[in-house]
């Protein structure tokens, strides 16, 4: 027992101590990676974040902030982040600044494309547009004259979310804005161009707002192909109280008809953690899927009082036509795999 506890002391000063390399100054190891983490893993205004893995390397970005248009964060693990500028700090020509929302990134080939919401300048409306980059990390650009999609009759369009099908195809997924103006919310799919800059085809209505807990908008969608089965997470109800949470609906084909779930919904407020949502699926370097969202700290649920929406990460696994997500979390758990 004394021998053990010699070595184990051994190894850790060893493993401490500042070692030469090659005549240069002295190289510190490098300790291994925590094996828990706890929530929040980035503790300040960090809202609707879309999440992307490019190498060793996880981005993720944010609705607009006092400094950036599209506030841009990395990490290595999914669990200590670093804000480290604007992936687009040049607006294109038809926006107005001040309301650039919930930015989603995807890599196709060698270029990056940025769906992102923005207010039209010449309706006023959100609307949808798409920038590219060389990187990840920008900067972004997209040189339109006009939205890629508006749809001003209906309120305007929100939320863009990419998805690629196994097959190879590409689709957009959005919501028309009508909770700005007493109109009902539906989800919508479009087939995108392999360049992912243009729409073809025709948009394809997935599902609408009607459940009690839902309230008068349905948003933040995110499709998830999983044994056979797409999975249609999506976010309702007002964003900045604790009824904001998040449901699934499911479905054979890509288009649908989806089905909502009976067990809706699935995230919700608890304890101090509220209205969680905008939520986007993230798989580790081990091939486990995590959630990713936002959430206000309980009775700071806006702006005006302090409140943050922080970034969190709980586990999620998708099997048998069922989503199943072990959140909100506040306490310790096993860390993600980088």
Not at 211 to 233: D, F, H, K, R, S
Not at 266 to 286: C, N
Request: charged share 15%; aromatic share 8%; hydrophobic share 35%.
């Amino acid at each position: 027992m004394r021998l053990s506890k010699l070595l184990l002391g051994m190894t850790a000063l060893i493993l401490s101590t500042p070692v030469q390399a090659g005549g240069g100054g002295p190289v510190t190891v490098q300790k291994a990676p925590n094996a828990t983490f706890r929530n929040p893993v980035l503790d300040e205004n960090f809202p609707d974040p879309g999440l992307l893995r490019v190498g060793q390397t996880y981005h993720a970005y944010s609705t607009n902030s006092a400094n950036a248009n599209v506030p841009h964060a990395v990490s290595r693990d999914l669990v200590r982040w670093e804000v480290v500028g604007d992936a687009m700090p040049v607006l294109p020509p038809w926006v107005k600044g001040g309301r650039t929302w919930a930015p989603e990134v995807t890599q196709i080939g060698k270029t990056f494309a940025l769906y992102f919401t923005a207010q039209d300048d010449a309706s006023g409306r959100q609307c949808i547009g798409v920038a590219t980059a060389a990187s990840p990390a920008g900067p972004f650009k997209d040189s339109s004259s006009k939205p890629l999609i508006c749809q001003l009759a209906e309120g305007g369009s929100i939320d863009a979310s990419p998805f690629q099908d196994a097959d190879g195809k590409r689709y957009l997924l959005w919501k028309n804005d009508g909770n700005c103006c007493n109109q009902a919310t539906n989800l919508y799919l479009q087939p995108l161009s392999a360049d992912g800059l243009k729409l073809t085809g025709k948009a394809s209505p997935l599902i609408q707002n009607f459940a009690l807990w839902e309230g008068n908008v349905i948003e933040a969608p995110t499709l998830y192909q999983a044994g056979g089965v797409y999975y249609l997470l999506y976010s309702a109800g007002p964003y900045d109280s604790g009824l904001y949470a998040v449901g699934y609906a499911t479905a054979s084909r890509v288009t649908g008809p989806y089905k909502k779930a009976a067990e809706n919904p699935i995230l919700v407020s608890k304890g101090q953690v509220a209205g969680p949502g905008h939520q986007t699926v993230v798989t580790d370097g081990a091939g486990h899927t995590w959630l990713a969202y936002h959430a206000w700290t309980a009775e700071r649920t806006s702006d005006a009082v302090g409140g943050y929406r922080s970034l969190r990460l709980d586990p999620v696994t998708f099997s048998g036509g069922r989503v199943r997500v072990a959140g909100p979390t506040l306490t310790p758990q096993r860390a993600p795999t980088p």
